[in-house]
């Protein structure tokens, strides 16, 4: 079954707001990765974390270091290059297979 | 950021076709996945490699394609005889091991069945 739900499914932020994404875990993860996919397809990496938190100048994500069953993806003052849809995946713990969420689409208007 | 290089970017093919792509992983990464992504933006991992060795695949891989990773060559994936429901963005990635360790995409082939 389906062990990656990720929220919300799509979001649209003005210029300039803060919001985050979410991915919560049925089982336990070792590790998660955030993607970035534009328009044309690419998936850009954005972040990967086996535990804690990073920050990568207005982005930051999280990773619950305790039970590792959840992440979050944070975007502080939203730009119009932001847009794109956001995929978290995490590495079961147990199996080591990589499992994709369903993606967040966001849209940044003016 | 990545270093992976697919090609063809788009691939347009007509059913019972054979569809041929091709990935370069980066440099020093031992390790290859392909994963199909569909218009419901779904990740199916399809095959992975370590060298030049299969690690996992699924059965529509075994059965419907052919991969590979030579030394000194690009990796390919080759669907024998295309299908419309093969209509997809065929992403490869690579990493330096199994597990515990950042994928980096390639920009994919988008595939085309007409």
């Known amino acids: 079954g389906d062990q990656v739900e990720q929220s919300p499914s799509a979001l649209s932020l003005h210029e300039g707001t803060d919001s985050a994404l979410r991915c919560n875990f049925t089982?336990?993860?070792?590790?998660v990765q955030w993607f970035r996919q534009n328009s044309r397809g690419s998936l850009i990496s954005l972040f990967y974390?086996?535990?804690?938190t990073k920050e990568n100048g207005r982005l930051k994500s999280a990773f619950d270091s305790k039970e590792r069953r959840y992440s979050t993806l944070h975007i502080r003052d939203a730009q119009l290059e932001d847009s794109g849809t956001y995929f978290c995946a995490a590495e079961a713990a147990n199996t080591g297979k990589l499992t994709f969420g369903d993606g967040t689409v966001l849209t940044v208007k003016p | 950021n990545s270093k992976v290089i697919q090609t063809p970017r788009y691939l347009v093919k007509g059913q019972g076709q054979k569809a041929k792509m091709r990935c370069i992983p980066e440099?020093?990464?031992?390790?290859v996945f392909w994963y199909q992504q569909n218009k419901n933006n779904e990740f199916k991992f399809l095959i992975n490699f370590q060298n030049q060795e299969v690690l996992q695949q699924i059965d529509m891989t075994e059965k419907r394609f052919s991969a590979e990773c030579p030394s000194n060559s690009p990796c390919s994936l080759e669907i024998q005889s295309s299908e419309a429901g093969d209509s997809a963005l065929y992403l490869c990635a690579s990493t330096g091991t199994l597990s515990n360790e950042r994928l980096f995409f390639g920009h994919g082939t988008k595939l085309s069945v007409l």
């Open positions: 440099k020093g990464h031992p390790v």
């Open positions: 974390l086996a535990s804690g």
């Open positions: 089982t336990t993860m070792r590790s």
